[in-house]
């Protein structure tokens, strides 16, 4: 087979291939190998191509040994990537060329995805462990000090069932965003009048507003308005919208709007978009892009304080998308907040 054939052929692979010769040299390469190195790459040393020593050490190795070898590499070329490559020995009565065959799979997003799993559990581990930690040392002071103390007694277990109770919080906040994720690609099949929803998730929010001293305003709209989707999912959605309200939103009421429209930016056809307006402190821009992020929290004491899990906006954001929707936050620093959620009114395919 001529050169020129054998570089076709190894074109229709998705992944960058090279071959040296014995003394490394660049002897053929393919399409997708001149895409990240440059063009005339046929006729240079290895080193023209590739720096990384390890790279260089494994290509010796298998020329030397004619065993397999399998190398990470990372190039900042044409972006940061990260590859896998399989250098395997070429023979030459074999293979009627001596050397190496370089073979690179790019692994770029396989090792973000297993580097997100990783910080989750970390993630997931920390918030567990200091409810966890704080519960052990009531248990052992109980156990101890305050063995006959029954005043102090009784205000550790106030303070023990709180920290159970955020436990659970985060143990259910974490199988919702689970499930929530498991659903996304299927489309939801129910309809859902959105006025009556927000009408029945301001009642389920009343006894929180009432012991924050704040006022939830909220008009039903006289006509339906209806949209295809899932009922106890958007539920969730307000329901942590209006709580997030409350909870930061400095003792100044909530007030809830809901308004339809025939576009939005980034709906099919008409929509219907609820605003949950708050006007408490606000949230600096720098913090806004990053609020969907699992355990994200912009003062983390603060937070935890108000019995937040870090998760309710990833939820708010999964759920939105599984309807085809959007999630717009908008605030000001000292002014408030405005979460809006927009949906598409129209049956969607
Ligand atoms: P949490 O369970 O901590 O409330 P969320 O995902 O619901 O988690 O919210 C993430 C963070 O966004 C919160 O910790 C809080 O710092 C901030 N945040 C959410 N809603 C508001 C709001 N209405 N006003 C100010 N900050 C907010």
Same mark, same amino acid.
């Given at each position: 087979m001529q050169i020129q054939q054998l570089e076709n052929l190894l074109g229709k692979l998705p992944g960058a291939v090279l071959i040296v010769?014995?003394?490394?040299?660049?002897?053929?390469? %393919?399409? !997708?190998a001149r895409a990240v190195f440059g063009a005339d790459l046929p006729g240079h040393h290895l080193l023209a191509a590739i720096r990384q020593p390890e790279v260089l050490a494994a290509v010796s190795d298998v020329l030397a040994s004619r065993e397999t070898r399998i190398v990470r590499y990372e190039?900042?070329? =044409?972006?940061?990537?990260v590859? /896998?490559?399989?250098?395997?020995? *070429?023979?030459? &009565? &074999?293979?009627?060329?001596?050397?190496?065959? *370089?073979?690179?799979?790019?692994?770029?997003?396989?090792?973000?995805? @297993? !580097?997100? !799993?990783?910080?989750?559990?970390? %993630?997931?581990?920390?918030e567990l462990r200091s409810p966890l930690t704080a519960l052990t040392g009531f248990i @052992?002071?109980?156990?101890?000090?305050?063995? &006959?103390?029954?005043?102090? !007694?009784q205000s550790f277990l106030e303070i023990m069932q709180g920290e159970a109770g955020r436990m659970k919080g985060l143990i259910d906040d974490l199988l919702s965003l689970s499930r929530v994720e498991a659903m996304e690609l299927v489309k939801p099949r129910g309809e859902v009048d959105l006025g009556e929803l927000l009408r029945a998730v301001c009642k389920a929010q009343q006894p929180r507003a009432d012991k924050a001293g704040v006022e939830i305003e909220f008009s039903q709209p006289p006509e339906a308005i209806h949209i295809q989707?899932?009922?106890?999912?958007?539920?969730?959605?307000?329901? %942590?919208? #209006?709580?997030?309200?409350?909870?930061y939103g400095g003792g100044k009421n909530v007030r809830i709007a809901i308004s339809t429209m025939d576009k939005a930016v980034g709906i099919d056809g008409a929509a219907v978009q609820v605003d949950v307006i708050d006007h408490g402190p606000g949230?600096? =821009?720098?913090?806004?892009?990053?609020?969907?992020?699992?355990?994200?929290r912009v003062d983390n004491h603060r937070a935890r304080d108000v019995g937040g899990t870090g998760l309710g906006l990833a939820i708010v954001?999964? #759920?939105?998308m599984r309807h085809r929707g959007r999630l717009k936050i908008q605030s000001a620093e000292g002014e408030? /907040?405005?979460?809006?959620?927009?949906?598409?009114?129209?049956?969607?395919?």
């Amino acid at each position: 087979m001529q050169i020129q054939q054998l570089e076709n052929l190894l074109g229709k692979l998705p992944g960058a291939v090279l071959i040296v010769d014995r003394w490394k040299k660049i002897v053929i390469c %393919n399409a !997708r190998a001149r895409a990240v190195f440059g063009a005339d790459l046929p006729g240079h040393h290895l080193l023209a191509a590739i720096r990384q020593p390890e790279v260089l050490a494994a290509v010796s190795d298998v020329l030397a040994s004619r065993e397999t070898r399998i190398v990470r590499y990372e190039t900042r070329r =044409p972006t940061e990537t990260v590859f /896998s490559i399989q250098v395997g020995s *070429l023979d030459e &009565e &074999e293979d009627g060329i001596g050397g190496a065959l *370089l073979h690179f799979t790019d692994v770029t997003t396989v090792e973000r995805a @297993e !580097r997100l !799993r990783s910080d989750f559990v970390a %993630n997931v581990s920390h918030e567990l462990r200091s409810p966890l930690t704080a519960l052990t040392g009531f248990i @052992e002071t109980l156990q101890g000090p305050a063995a &006959e103390d029954a005043q102090a !007694r009784q205000s550790f277990l106030e303070i023990m069932q709180g920290e159970a109770g955020r436990m659970k919080g985060l143990i259910d906040d974490l199988l919702s965003l689970s499930r929530v994720e498991a659903m996304e690609l299927v489309k939801p099949r129910g309809e859902v009048d959105l006025g009556e929803l927000l009408r029945a998730v301001c009642k389920a929010q009343q006894p929180r507003a009432d012991k924050a001293g704040v006022e939830i305003e909220f008009s039903q709209p006289p006509e339906a308005i209806h949209i295809q989707g899932d009922r106890d999912q958007l539920f969730q959605v307000f329901q %942590n919208l #209006i709580e997030n309200a409350i909870k930061y939103g400095g003792g100044k009421n909530v007030r809830i709007a809901i308004s339809t429209m025939d576009k939005a930016v980034g709906i099919d056809g008409a929509a219907v978009q609820v605003d949950v307006i708050d006007h408490g402190p606000g949230i600096a =821009p720098v913090h806004i892009p990053r609020l969907t992020e699992r355990f994200y929290r912009v003062d983390n004491h603060r937070a935890r304080d108000v019995g937040g899990t870090g998760l309710g906006l990833a939820i708010v954001k999964h #759920i939105t998308m599984r309807h085809r929707g959007r999630l717009k936050i908008q605030s000001a620093e000292g002014e408030g /907040s405005v979460f809006s959620v927009i949906l598409p009114t129209g049956n969607h395919p």
